[in-house]
């Protein structure tokens, strides 16, 4: 049988990954490698740090095993370790939004009120998706469309709509995706189409999620 001590290490093994899980910026950081590989200096824009900062936050989350890197001439590339990282990532933000009341509240004032009309579903989308009376538009950076996305998906970064909606087919429902549940970009897209008199939603999460589903993805 084993002793305690052993087992006190253990648990504390169990720990390191929870512990390297301990700030938010390391978790943002997560939610954006979900959707493909970044350089630190990416990394540092996308969460609003500078690149050293990021980079202990990265070493942080390397020392649990939760992501790995790998360097090509100057610049150092990390990716997450496994397709599990992802998993802890989605099980953490469910346990949080189901448990804590301020998750409502803060997603509420991030996001906005609930959609005028319901997100489209992963499962609706694949089907219509084998009908093509649908555009499906990936408002994701083109890096991360690049690295992986919907079967199909059209590029236009959020950023670049207003001026690049003539690449838009006129007359068909537009179903915009993006990083996941909290990311605000597909409400942002849906909002301008919308306005531009298209017929808009959004999928009702993202690709990480669509990909973990095990529906297909493209360019990975």
């Known amino acids: 049988?084993?002793?305690?001590?052993?087992?006190?290490?253990?648990?504390?093994?169990?720990?390191?990954?929870?512990?390297?899980?301990?700030?938010?910026?390391?978790?943002?950081?997560?939610?954006?490698?979900?959707?493909?590989?970044?350089?630190?200096?990416?990394?540092?824009?996308?969460?609003?740090?500078?690149?050293?900062?990021?980079?202990?936050?990265?070493?942080?989350?390397?020392?649990?095993?939760?992501?790995?890197?790998?360097?090509?001439?100057?610049?150092?590339?990390?990716?997450?370790?496994?397709?599990?990282?992802?998993?802890?990532?989605r099980t953490l933000r469910t346990l949080a939004a189901s448990r804590l009341a301020?998750?409502?509240?803060?997603?509420?004032?991030?996001?906005?009120?609930?959609?005028?009309?319901?997100?489209?579903?992963?499962?609706?989308?694949?089907?219509?998706?084998?009908?093509?009376d649908l555009v499906v538009l990936d408002v994701r950076p083109a890096t991360e469309y690049a690295a992986g996305h919907l079967p199909g998906a059209v590029s236009i970064p959020v950023g670049e709509l207003r001026r690049r909606l003539a690449e838009l087919p006129a007359g068909r429902e537009v179903v915009a995706y993006c990083r996941g549940p909290y990311c605000a970009f597909a409400h942002e897209a849906v909002s301008v189409l919308r306005d531009e008199g298209y017929a808009a939603r959004r999928l009702e999460d993202g690709l990480p999620e669509w990909q973990a589903a095990g529906l297909a993805v493209t360019g990975t």
Do not use: C
Not at 50 to 79: D, F, K, M
Not at 102 to 114: H, N, P
């Open 1 to 89: 049988m084993g002793d305690r001590e052993t087992k006190t290490a253990l648990f504390d093994e169990f720990a390191r990954a929870a512990k390297a899980l301990a700030s938010g910026r390391r978790i943002e950081l997560v939610d954006v490698l979900a959707n493909g590989e970044r350089t630190v200096e990416a990394l540092a824009g996308e969460v609003g740090l500078s690149v050293a900062n990021t980079s202990q936050h990265l070493q942080i989350l390397r020392q649990a095993g939760l992501v790995s890197s790998r360097r090509e001439g100057t610049s150092v590339h990390y990716r997450l370790a496994a397709p599990e990282v992802f998993e802890l990532w």
């Open 102 to 132: 301020e998750v409502e509240r803060l997603t509420a004032a991030y996001l906005g009120s609930r959609d005028e009309l319901e997100p489209v579903t992963r499962e609706e989308l694949a089907r219509r998706l084998q009908d093509g």
